[in-house]
């Protein structure tokens, strides 16, 4: 019953910035987990960065860390995704998800998703 839906996303040039935002209704567990993933063209999905709820605890893909960070605002029931020093190599459709994983990075763990906002880094 989760409904999420992403904006924020555009065209930049490597080293540029964006913040996703994920607006996020129907939960009723504190410990849903929600982060963000992305697919390129003839690329598999992948998980980005995941964020619980309860307790706020963060994980991230080892080819983000330290350029991208993930937060969530209570108040807003949003979800975030600023990236930062952007490289062409993250260009992708990126989507928000959101469930209750036994392993948070992987794709096919969520159970909800978002429609997804296009990232296209130029060089």
């Known amino acids: 019953q989760v409904q999420l839906v992403e904006s924020g996303g555009g065209s930049v040039q490597a080293g540029g910035s964006l913040r996703l935002s994920c607006a996020a209704s129907?939960?009723?567990?504190?410990?849903?987990?929600m982060g963000w993933f992305r697919q390129a063209p003839g690329k598999e999905r992948e998980g980005v960065a995941v964020a619980n709820l309860d307790g706020g605890s963060t994980r991230y893909a080892d080819s983000v860390k330290g350029r991208f960070t993930i937060a969530h605002d209570n108040a807003k029931n949003t979800l975030y995704l600023q990236m930062n020093s952007l490289k062409p190599e993250d260009t992708a459709m990126y989507y928000c998800?959101?469930?209750?994983?036994?392993?948070?990075?992987?794709?096919?763990?969520?159970?909800?998703w978002g429609q997804g906002t296009q990232v296209t880094v130029s060089s």
């Open positions: 129907g939960y009723k567990s504190s410990s849903l987990y």
């Open positions: 998800a959101a469930g209750f994983p036994a392993a948070p990075l992987r794709w096919s763990q969520y159970s909800y």
